[in-house]
T-cell receptor, first 113, second 113 residues
Framework: DAGVIQSPRHEVTEMGQEVTLRCKPISGHDYLFWYRQTMMRGLELLIYFNNNVPIDDSGMPEDRFSAKMPNASFSTLKIQPSEPRDSAVYFC???????????FGPGTRLTVL | GENVEQHPSTLSVQEGDSAVIKCTYSDSASNYFPWYKQELGKRPQLIIDIRSNVGEKKDQRIAVTLNKTAKHFSLHITETQPEDSAVYFCAASPTDSSYKLIFGSGTRLLVRP
């Protein structure tokens, strides 16, 4: 298995632009998580899905952030409009229904100028 | 909700010495405690985990201990090697959602050759 796949790996955009981050979980995994990592706030859970359904979005910072999972093999995290304080590394992770380990993707480093 | 405190934030040891990282959690009913290692520019990866019905778990040079009464758990690395240098994160699963992980703030471990 290729593991969790994220794209793009790096994104540089200007304030006010829309940003879409993409994730393909490991095949057969029922849970998908989106995290944001910054020096100041560490690793924060933004939202997670179970069988494509959003279960807990309490970590989503504000209405500018939205996430979708249209099918079992694809999820997006969208920021519109983006702001410089959104600059961070965004990780996607997945885990199977049985078992506890979360498998992280390589992350997307987002820079908003 | 669950809160996880981790310390120290940085730790420098001589190669061959032991390293200990400590975490405390707030939700007394939390039952799963993983440790992740993140090398520079890489994704977090699980190195060891423990469930609340176990007091200690060991895997070669790495061990984790759990004190449920005091609500703290620790990572022990013996005979440290330069390749152990990384950021280590502890985490806990809160009882309101056992599929979530709440991460500590991380410990940057430097092993001096």
């Amino acid at each position: 298995d290729a593991g969790v796949i994220q794209s793009p790996r790096h994104e540089v955009t200007e304030m006010g632009q829309e940003v879409t981050l993409r994730c393909k979980p490991i095949s057969g995994h029922d849970y998908l998580f989106w995290y944001r990592q910054t020096m100041m706030r560490g690793l924060e859970l933004l939202i997670y899905f179970n069988n494509n359904v959003p279960i807990d979005d309490s970590g989503m910072p504000e209405d500018r952030f939205s996430a979708k999972m249209p099918n079992a093999s694809f999820s997006t995290l969208k920021i519109q409009p983006s702001e410089p304080r959104d600059s961070a590394v965004y990780f996607c992770a997945s885990r199977p229904g049985q078992g506890n380990e979360q498998f992280f993707g390589p992350g997307t480093r987002l820079t908003v100028l | 909700g669950e809160n996880v405190e981790q310390h120290p934030s940085t730790l420098s040891v001589q190669e061959g010495d032991s390293a200990v990282i400590k975490c405390t959690y707030s939700d007394s009913a939390s039952n799963y405690f993983p440790w992740y290692k993140q090398e520079l520019g890489k994704r977090p990866q699980l190195i060891i985990d423990i469930r609340s019905n176990v007091g200690e778990k060991k895997d070669q040079r790495i061990a984790v201990t759990l004190n449920k009464t005091a609500k703290h758990f620790s990572l022990h690395i013996t005979e440290t090697q330069p390749e152990d240098s990384a950021v280590y994160f502890c985490a806990a699963s809160p009882t309101d959602s056992s599929y979530k992980l709440i991460f500590g703030s991380g410990t940057r471990l430097l092993v001096r050759p």
